[in-house]
């Protein structure tokens, strides 16, 4: 038996069955391997952001239970609505005078992938979209996100200033939330403070909840042919990085860390994330809810102690709501460049990651740094590449020999093993020498894929000519193509299978391996088309060099 030949036959088909897995997850139905991310209710009916639900939380008032303070929010009249506009130099953010609740951000840096001529809409409350961050307090009649707050006059725009404060206060009983939000020149990191002042003659002791909520939708324009992470996550120092889902949360069953005095909680999807970051060394609880149909919340609760008569308590968090830029995200809180999830290659995707970033330092442009680290990764890989291809070529020149075995015991397979076994130790072939060191390679290998998928310095970044977003397909094609023809000349390359039908199979790959890549990011795609051709030149040099030492 050709072993080769047999590992890049499951090779190949176990990316065909992936390719399928990724095509069911896109399309709503479960997973073959794991649970897929809830799409929308079985309904799929919009949902409104009409509902949304005070989280019941363990560390309310003994006096309120919890049941109590749902119903006493979900039952609360809203005063009139008027909206607020905030714009910095990359974001515009819409605050609700009901709730304080911030319910549009639009980031003024990145476009929309639907629809390029506009910039992404990250929060959003419409029948198609609901994405809010609100924040209230819980354990008595307090202030919450459906209270009405009055707005503090001030400036809406940065100007000259490199900050813009938007205050804005509720009364309730004589318990007055005071927010403030700072929005700062580019900073997609909005400073949150809450102000409780006791002003009602008599000891509180209230909780203040931040909470995003989320329909359980994928962002529009995602590809069919890969699929990446929708959905909430929890980070504490105990119990480290944890994804959730909705389907896990609809029913219940999700399991996170749920106490912490550190950490934070976000919601993640492709390139971008929100995430609620309290102040250190704060006791919390984590929860999750499914509030509405298809509608679902995460959030942290944080009890503010006994607050006396006249006194002031005060409560600091930070809002991240932006792109996933790794040097960003590590400055903000520990443990948040983790959203941007490589899996279990993080190890080696990190790393590799880094040195991209110093190419591109070097090079300012994220295709030539694509190049340029391929190239690199071909270097270090090149002793490995070598025995590869010197091993190929040698069981292309014994291929005439090798057909001869197999025709000769034609219907005895234990003699034609036997027999191939004796041609392998005569020519001192290997028949394992030309997979073992492309198996060492596939870990390094996948976590680039994985890079260059999940690095949002890719969106929008143009390389030359007709590419102008490395994170979109090729418009032309051309790259595809070209992929297409390498992967072809390679299979030629490569020792032809003595089995007619194995051979057609081998024939087939390149084809629909191609077809796959046409609808890839046309940075995955040029980081596959300089591989090949790395591999094809140092591959036919070897061939080469292998054959005329036949000869002579």
């Not at 049941?67 to 009249?77: N, P």
């Amino acid at each position: 038996m050709d072993i080769k030949r047999t590992i890049l036959w499951v090779v190949f088909s176990m990316s065909l069955l992936i390719l399928w897995d990724n095509w069911m997850r896109y399309n709503g139905k479960p997973s073959m391997f794991s649970p897929s991310v809830t799409q929308q209710d079985k309904s799929g009916a919009a949902t409104g952001p009409a509902k949304t639900e005070v989280p019941q939380a363990s560390v309310a008032s003994a006096k309120q239970s919890p049941a109590e303070i749902a119903a006493a929010v979900a039952g609360a009249a809203p005063g009139k609505s008027e909206i607020v506009t905030v714009t910095t130099d990359v974001i515009k953010a819409q605050i609700d005078t009901v709730g304080g609740e911030l319910r549009y951000l639009e980031l003024l840096k990145h476009k929309d992938t639907v629809d390029p001529t506009k910039n992404l809409v990250l929060f959003n409350a419409t029948a198609q979209h609901t994405y809010l961050a609100q924040t209230g307090l819980i354990g008595g009649a307090f202030p919450n996100h459906k209270s009405t707050f009055t707005i503090q006059p001030g400036s809406r725009e940065l100007g000259s200033d490199d900050a813009v404060k938007l205050v804005m206060e509720s009364d309730a009983g004589g318990i007055k939330l005071i927010k403030t939000f700072t929005f700062k020149r580019g900073d997609y990191d909005i400073d949150i403070k809450h102000d409780i002042v006791n002003g009602s003659g008599a000891p509180i002791a209230p909780s203040l909840y931040l909470q995003l909520v989320r329909d359980g939708n994928k962002p529009g324009g995602e590809s069919k042919f890969y699929s990446t992470f929708t959905g909430p996550a929890v980070y504490t120092d105990a119990e480290k990085f944890q994804k959730l889902t909705f389907d896990k949360i609809a029913d219940g069953k999700d399991e996170h860390a749920k106490k912490a005095d550190n950490g934070w909680v976000a919601l993640i999807q492709h390139y971008f994330v929100s995430a609620i970051v309290p102040q250190d060394k704060a006791p919390r609880e984590i929860f999750t809810k499914k509030i509405d149909a298809n509608l679902y919340a995460i959030g942290t609760i944080l009890p503010l102690g006994s607050v006396a008569p006249g006194a002031t308590v005060s409560m600091d968090a930070h809002l991240y709501s932006g792109p996933q830029e790794t040097g960003v995200l590590e400055k903000i809180a520990p443990g948040l460049d983790l959203v941007k999830d490589y899996g279990w290659l993080t190890i080696i995707a990190k790393p590799i990651f880094w040195l991209m970033n110093q190419i591109h330092k070097v090079l300012g442009n994220w295709g030539w740094t694509i190049i340029m680290l391929t190239v690199l990764i071909k270097l270090a890989f090149f002793p490995l590449s070598a025995a590869s291809y010197r091993s190929m070529a040698k069981m292309k020149l014994v291929t005439p020999k090798m057909t001869s075995v197999r025709e000769r015991f034609k219907g005895e397979p234990q003699k034609m093993n036997q027999a191939m076994m004796e041609l392998y130790k005569t020519e001192k072939i290997n028949p394992l020498g030309g997979c073992l060191p492309i198996v060492v390679q596939i870990p390094v290998f996948i976590s680039l894929y994985w890079v260059l998928l999940a690095s949002v310095e890719m969106r929008n970044a143009p390389w030359l000519g007709w590419i102008h977003d490395l994170s979109a397909p090729d418009p032309f094609y051309i790259l595809p193509v070209v992929m297409a023809i390498s992967m072809f000349i390679q299979t030629k390359l490569n020792p032809k299978p003595p089995d007619p039908m194995q051979a057609k199979i081998m024939m087939f790959m390149p084809i629909a391996f191609s077809v796959m890549f046409f609808f890839f990011p046309a940075g995955l795609v040029l980081y596959w088309v300089v591989n090949n051709v790395l591999s094809i030149a140092q591959q036919w040099a070897i061939t080469k060099k292998m054959q005329d030492g036949k000869k002579a």
